[in-house]
């Protein structure tokens, strides 16, 4: 699974002028991309990746993000965004990276983990490893085999990136056409995420140099969306119980569109479909009381939180901050950029762990003061 930002079609979607607006009628509903054959929708799903990484390459451009690697991963021709969604990517990357970095700043005896679900060309781990070079991590990510193997294949080619993992004490090639990576610090695990929400635990694939026990930041950035909401379910419980510990610290922390069932959400699904992409979580949980409620259900009953991304924007980012951004280009369509943020969402959600001292409380600690649409 891949992530992207990018709403297909969308100069359809928003009006031009200052007043705004919505263009043009949604044709059919959630189930208006049924057609075709699953290998055709996964197809459509890996080629959202390289939409994600020109988004950023976009962005690194013209100064929204500092991320020194994205080029290194964009196969695509750099071309320049819309003012609107540079600021959606920036305000995306902004709310992720705020809980990842109040976790693992968080004082706890022992590495951290983060599971990251369909990362594509994500060059998070990079980041994080130049941020907090002094916290133990161990970083996994997992992705179609072809999306993984096409990520090794940008690694082997970039003495950097190469650099960054220091392989130097590793006896395994990034030669290609490898298609996983493991290290004890970072691993690249290609499978389908599907094969993760068997019935029988026996035949669940190994993820080799997850840890149990450690603290547990599962992310998912526009992937479990793609999939069935039972599916999601077992996935999430193989991870929870199977590969980590019951009694083990653990979160899950969800970027979505929402909303789907007013003229915005209704045309954004019907632009989705002309490329045979479906977001099943969209329709099944369409608000933020229903993220909150999935969380719950997932069993992350310790705390949680859901914002979407126009809260972020106002609350999350600093008036300094602001005033940055908003030099960097001209952004006259303020309308529909609120209107483009209130239908995406970031949110969160976490289990204490069973042992005493500080790992336990480690998630209720990192988040204690991140704003909740509910004043959290």
């Known amino acids: 699974m891949s992530s992207s930002n990018q709403i297909p079609n969308l100069k359809t979607l928003l009006g031009r002028g200052r007043g705004g607006g919505l263009r043009g009628r949604a044709r059919g509903g959630p189930g208006a991309s049924s057609a075709g054959s699953e290998a055709v929708r996964d197809n459509a799903v890996r080629g959202t990746d390289q939409d994600a990484a020109g988004s950023r390459v976009s962005c690194v451009e013209l100064g929204y993000l500092d991320d020194p690697y994205a080029k290194l991963f964009a196969t695509q021709p750099s071309t320049r965004r819309l003012p609107l969604l540079n600021r959606g990517s920036y305000v995306r990357t ?10 693992l700043t968080t004082p706890t005896p022992g590495p ?65 056409p490898q298609q996983s990576y493991h290290s004890p610090t970072y691993n690249l695990h290609a499978l389908d995420l599907r094969t993760l929400a068997t019935p029988d635990p026996a035949t669940l694939p190994d993820l080799p140099n997850l840890n149990p026990t450690a603290p547990t930041l599962i992310l998912s950035e526009m992937c479990l969306v793609y999939l069935h909401a039972p599916a999601v379910k077992s996935i999430l419980h193989a991870l929870t119980t199977h590969y980590l510990s019951p009694a083990a610290p653990a979160s899950l922390v969800l970027y979505e569109p929402i909303r789907p069932n007013d003229a915005f959400g209704r045309t954004m699904i019907a632009n989705l479909a002309t490329r045979n992409i479906i977001l099943p979580t969209l329709t099944a949980y369409p608000e933020l009381a229903d993220q909150r409620a999935r969380l719950r259900g997932y069993g992350f009953v310790g705390g949680g939180g859901a914002v979407d991304t126009g809260f972020v924007w106002r609350e999350w980012v600093g008036g300094e901050e602001k005033e940055r951004v908003a030099g960097l280009e001209m952004l006259d369509e303020m309308e529909e950029l609120e209107l483009f943020l209130k239908h995406y969402s970031v949110c969160w959600g976490w289990r204490d762990g069973d042992a005493e001292g500080e790992q336990r409380d480690v998630f209720r600690r990192a988040w204690a003061g991140v704003k909740d649409h509910d004043g959290g």
């Open 94 to 103: 902004t709310a992720i990276d705020t809980l990842i970095d109040r976790f």
């Open 112 to 176: 951290k983990q983060i599971v990251s679900l369909g990362a594509g060309t994500d060059t998070r781990y990079f980041r994080l490893r130049d941020k907090h070079p002094n916290t133990p991590l161990i970083y996994h990510e997992l992705d179609f085999p072809a999306n993984a193997a096409s990520k090794l294949l940008s690694i082997h080619r970039s003495p950097d990136l190469q650099d960054a993992l220091d392989t130097s004490h590793l006896s395994l090639s990034l030669s290609p």
